[in-house]
C-alpha cells in the first residue's frame, strides 16, 4: 500500500495515528539536527518532520539527501506542529518520519512547482507535465473537469444522449481548412478530421437519437489568431422537432445551470438582440453587455455641415467615455494614436469634452456649435464630464473600429469585471455573407443552417439581405456558442448548395451522404454547440483557454514538449503512397 492518506488530509483528529503518504517533496529545510520537508501531491501539502532525536541515522541521512520533486513514500506519526501555518489547511499537524523510500529521483525541475513561478510560459510549455504539478494549472484542470460533468448531467436529466462520432472522416464545412490523414488503404485518398460533427449530429437525427449531446474534439487549420487552438473541444448538440424558441430555452438551461453550480451566480432570462441591433448598438455580433457605451449614430446632426469627412462618410458613430471629459490633451491624443494603429485601422478621430459646467469643447469646434455638440450628447448618451469619441467611414469598418475603442476603453475602466456575467443570444443572423475578396457569397453559420421561413425566394434577389434561423450565445464579449436550425428538405438543401456556388455534381461528391439521408424521412431539427475551453475559460475568471488544456498548441500550432508536429520517415511515405515535393 502506497498510502493511507493523501498529502491534504491530516488534520488534529489524527494525531498520534500512524500513516503511509506518498508524494512529491516540495521543499526540504536543512537545521542540521532537525529537517522539515513539504510533501506534496494532487489534494495538499504535509509537512515532515526527521530529528536527530526521534528519527535514526540512517532516517536523517536520506531526509538530508532529498532533491526538489523526488518521489518518496513515508511513514510516520502525526504529531501536533510546533509552530502552526493557517494557510494550510494540514498546517496544525505534522507527520514525524519512522520510515522512509525513495520511489524515485528527480533532476532539479526547470523552474519551480510553485504558485508564482519562474518558468516563462515556452519552458513550462515544454515541461507541461511538470506545470500541470502547479496548484494553478491543476486547479483549472479540475475545475474544467467540474464543468464538464455538470453538462453531462444537466443535458442527461434533459433526455441528451451522448453519442460519439467519427474523427477519420470527409471534410465538414466550417468555415476552415481541414487537417487531413492519407489512407494508407486506399491509396492517394485522405480522410479529413472533422471541423465539428455537424453533418453526423443532423444524420443522428435522421436517424431518431431525438436529442444528441457530444463532448467532443474539432479540428480547424486557420492561421492561429490569439488564443484559438487548432484542436478545441465542443459541447455539440443537436434535437430533433424544434424551433429556435425551444433550442434556445433549453441552452439558455444549461448555462444558467453553470452559472448557478460553478459560479453560485443567479440570472434571470437572457437578454436577446437581433444580429443587426448588435452591429448598430455596438458594432459587435457577440457585444459584451456588463458596461454601457452604446453607440450613438450622427449621420442626422453631423452630416450637412462644412465637415467634408463627416459628409463623404457612410456612417458617423460616436461614444461617450465617462470621465473622459478629464483627459488631458496628451491622453486624448494617445487615444487617436490607438485608433489609428493598423490593427484599428481608422483614418482619425473627432472628439468633444462635454465639460462639468455643461460646455462642449470639441476637435471640431469650427463646424460645430454648442447646441449640434448638445445633440450629439444626447444621441451618445454622454453626460457632463464625458468624452464623445466619433468615427466615420465605411459603416461595418467604422464600426468595428468603434467597438474596438469601446472594448479597449472599458478595459482600461476595468469595466469588464470578470465576476460579473452577462450572457445573450444574439438571434436572425445572415444566411449568407459577402466575401469581399472573392465577391461570391458564403454561409455564414454553414450551409445546412435554414433560411428564415418564407424568405426562401430572397436569394435571387437579394442574398445578402436574407435572415437565418442561426443564433449565438454569447458571455461577457464572447461567443460560447452557435447554432441554428437546420434544413432538412433535400431540394432547399440542393438550392442553398447552388446559392452557395457549388455545381450540382460537387454537391453530390461531397454532401450526396447527407441529402440521400434527407429522402428517408428527416425530421425537422436544429441544434447548437458550445466552445467548452472558452466556457471554461470564462467562468473561471481567466483569458486564455491554453491555462485550461492540459497539453496545449503554441501559436504556431506546435505541441513543443512533444515535439509535433514532425518529419516522417521515407517508410513511412511510401506506405501511404506520399511524396514530398518541399
Ligand atoms: N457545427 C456548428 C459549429 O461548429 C454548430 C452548430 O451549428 O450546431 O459552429
Not at 2 to 23: A, D, F, I, K, W
Request: proline residues 5%; hydrophobic residues 40%.
Amino acid at each position: 500500500m502506497y498510502r493511507s492518506h493523501n498529502c491534504g488530509e491530516l488534520r488534529e483528529t489524527h494525531q498520534q495515528s500512524q500513516v503511509t503518504l506518498s508524494g512529491w517533496v516540495q521543499t526540504v529545510r536543512d537545521k542540521g539536527f532537525v529537517v522539515w520537508a513539504d510533501l506534496r501531491d494532487r489534494y495538499g501539502i504535509t509537512q515532515l518532520i526527521f530529528d536527530e532525536e526521534r528519527s535514526s541515522k540512517e532516517i536523517m541521512e536520506i531526509a538530508k539527501s532529498l532533491g526538489r520533486e523526488f518521489v518518496i513514500q513515508v511513514k510516520g506519526t502525526v504529531i501536533e506542529r510546533a509552530s502552526k501555518n493557517p494557510n494550510i489547511p494540514t498546517g496544525n499537524v505534522e507527520v514525524l518520519v519512522s520510515e522512509i523510500k525513495i520511489l524515485n529521483k528527480s533532476l532539479v525541475p526547470p523552474f519551480t512547482i510553485e504558485d508564482q513561478t519562474d518558468g516563462g510560459e515556452d519552458i513550462r510549455m515544454k515541461f507541461r507535465y511538470l506545470d500541470i504539478r502547479r496548484n494553478p494549472v491543476k486547479n483549472n484542470l479540475i475545475f474544467r473537469h467540474k464543468v464538464a460533468i455538470e453538462v453531462r448531467k444537466y443535458l442527461s436529466d434533459q433526455g441528451f444522449i451522448e453519442v460519439e462520432t467519427p474523427y477519420l472522416i470527409k471534410s465538414t464545412p466550417e468555415g476552415a481548412r481541414d487537417f487531413v490523414v492519407p489512407s494508407r488503404m486506399n491509396e492517394g485518398q485522405f480522410y479529413a478530421l472533422p471541423q465539428s460533427p455537424q453533418t453526423f449530429k443532423q444524420l443522428l437525427m435522421v436517424g431518431g437519437m431525438d436529442k444528441y449531446f457530444q463532448i467532443v474534439k474539432c479540428f480547424r487549420d486557420e492561421d492561429l489568431r490569439a488564443d484559438r487552438q487548432p484542436e478545441f473541444t465542443q459541447i455539440d448538440c443537436e434535437m430533433a422537432f424544434v424551433e429556435q424558441e425551444d433550442i434556445l430555452n433549453i441552452f439558455e438551461g444549461l448555462t444558467r445551470h453553470l452559472l448557478k453550480e460553478i459560479k453560485g451566480v443567479s440570472i434571470d432570462k437572457f437578454p436577446r438582440m437581433t444580429y443587426d441591433e448588435a452591429m448598430k448598438k455596438y458594432g459587435n455580433d457577440k457585444p459584451d453587455i456588463r458596461f454601457g457605451m452604446e453607440f450613438g449614430e450622427l449621420n442626422a446632426i453631423a452630416q450637412h455641415k462644412d465637415f467634408g469627412i463627416f459628409n463623404e462618410a457612410e456612417l458617423v458613430v460616436g461614444i461617450a467615455i465617462p470621465g473622459g471629459a478629464a483627459y488631458t490633451r496628451k491622453e486624448i491624443d494617445a487615444l487617436v494614436d490607438w485608433v489609428r494603429r493598423p490593427q484599428i485601422g481608422a483614418k482619425g478621430m473627432v472628439y468633444a469634452k462635454y465639460n462639468e459646467d455643461g460646455s462642449f469643447k470639441s476637435s471640431v469646434d469650427k463646424f460645430y456649435d454648442q447646441e449640434d455638440l448638445a445633440k450629439w450628447a444626447e444621441v451618445t448618451g454622454a453626460k457632463a464630464g464625458d468624452l464623445i469619441c466619433v468615427l466615420s467611414g465605411d459603416a461595418n469598418k467604422t464600426r468595428t473600429q468603434l467597438s474596438a475603442l469601446r472594448m479597449e476603453i472599458a478595459q482600461r475602466l476595468g469595466l469588464r469585471k470578470k465576476n460579473e456575467f452577462a450572457p445573450l443570444w444574439v438571434i436572425d443572423f445572415p444566411l449568407l455573407e459577402l466575401d469581399e475578396e472573392t465577391g461570391h457569397y458564403h454561409a455564414m453559420h454553414h450551409p445546412f443552417t435554414s433560411p428564415k421561413p418564407g424568405q426562401l425566394e430572397l436569394l435571387d434577389t437579394d442574398p445578402g439581405a436574407v435572415k437565418a434561423n442561426a443564433y449565438d450565445l454569447v458571455l461577457n464579449g464572447n461567443e460560447i456558442g452557435g447554432g441554428s436550425i437546420r434544413i432538412h428538405d433535400k431540394q432547399i438543401q440542393s438550392t442553398m448548395f447552388r446559392h452557395l456556388g457549388f455545381s450540382p455534381e460537387e454537391a453530390k461528391a461531397q454532401f450526396g451522404f447527407l441529402m440521400d439521408a434527407f429522402q428517408y424521412g428527416a425530421p425537422p431539427h436544429g441544434g447548437l454547440a458550445f466552445g467548452l475551453d472558452r466556457l471554461v475559460a470564462i467562468l473561471g475568471g481567466q483569458e486564455t483557454i491554453r491555462d485550461f488544456i492540459a497539453f496545449p498548441k503554441n501559436n504556431s500550432g506546435r505541441d513543443v514538449m512533444i515535439d509535433a508536429p514532425a518529419p516522417i520517415d521515407d517508410l513511412q511515405l511510401k506506405e501511404l503512397h506520399l511524396k514530398l515535393d518541399l
